[in-house]
């Protein structure tokens, strides 16, 4: 009797066996599922780093060729597209193609202003009578006279920039003081009211003929001045070989309350000005850098 009941225990045991069967076929199935998953995962990521390094291969490329320079390179450097601030000038050229430039003045602030740039240039101050003509307005005067300086030292193969400024009170022209007794009666007569600061500025090519011209205006107004104080800043030495008689960019800023329009202006050499007439002879002026 005890076989029979052993035969029907394996009975009820055989369906818990396959159920536990079919699950360990299930969980295999999974098991190799992920394994695939892995597999493609794997393959992805090979694919990302092979484009990785492509484009790091043409970006290296393209680094190569625009550090070249050459004219066709050049237009498709980033500085030189349209709506950058030093969008591409009429031609683009590589700097052995360049004009040398020259800074027709022997004025210090001047060289500092275009030193500050970083442009690279060569100081040949011009000689020349600078008293104005019978007549001539003061905005007439400055024009003349940096059209003058960039012609007076002009050579073949050169850029020239030149410039002129003046101090003007009354229609009347104050340049540079004569002594210091003079220098005096213009800080007496410009203080505690405004006047005009005008600045021709010039560009001569003689290789190729070609020049520009422009001025540029700003207005100053000073502070009040006493005797006491006006003999304090001749007595300084400043007011001595500067046009009105006084430095904005030195002492003289102290006796300077406002100032309505460029600042480059009035220290001798707008910037502005200067580089949109470079534009215009079909330079860029930070290529001379």
């Known amino acids: 009797m005890e076989l029979p009941v052993r035969s029907e225990e394996r009975k009820a045991r055989s369906p818990e066996r396959k159920a536990r069967s079919e699950e360990g076929l299930s969980r295999s199935a999974e098991l190799l599922l992920r394994s695939a998953e892995g597999s493609v995962r794997s393959a992805e990521r090979r694919a990302r780093s092979e484009e990785l390094s492509v484009r790091s291969a043409e970006s290296s490329d393209l680094s190569a060729e625009w550090k070249t320079c050459s004219p066709e390179r050049l237009d498709r450097r980033p500085e030189f597209q349209s709506g950058s601030p030093f969008e591409k000038p009429l031609r683009a050229r590589t700097l052995t193609m360049l004009p040398d430039l020259i800074l027709a003045s022997a004025s210090p602030r001047r060289r500092e202003l275009l030193a500050g740039l970083g442009v690279r240039f060569t100081l040949r101050a011009a000689d020349l009578d600078e008293t104005p003509r019978p007549g001539e307005d003061p905005e007439t005067t400055v024009l003349r006279l940096a059209r003058e300086k960039a012609a007076a030292v002009a050579r073949p193969g050169e850029l020239v920039l030149a410039a002129d400024t003046d101090v003007v009170l009354d229609g009347d022209i104050l340049g540079k003081p004569r002594d210091p007794e003079d220098a005096r009666r213009m800080l007496a007569r410009i203080a505690g009211r405004e006047h005009t600061v005008l600045s021709g500025v010039a560009l001569e090519e003689l290789g190729t003929g070609r020049r520009a011209s422009g001025m540029a205006v700003s207005r100053v107004r000073m502070a009040p001045m006493t005797p006491e104080r006006i003999e304090w800043y001749v007595a300084t030495g400043e007011p001595l070989d500067k046009a009105g008689s006084y430095a904005v960019q030195g002492i003289g800023a102290l006796l300077v309350e406002e100032i309505f329009g460029n600042y ?18 079909g330079y860029e002026l930070m290529e001379f850098r």
């Open 264 to 281: 480059t202006n009035v220290v001798g050499l707008p910037l502005p000005l200067t580089w949109r007439l470079f534009r215009e002879m």
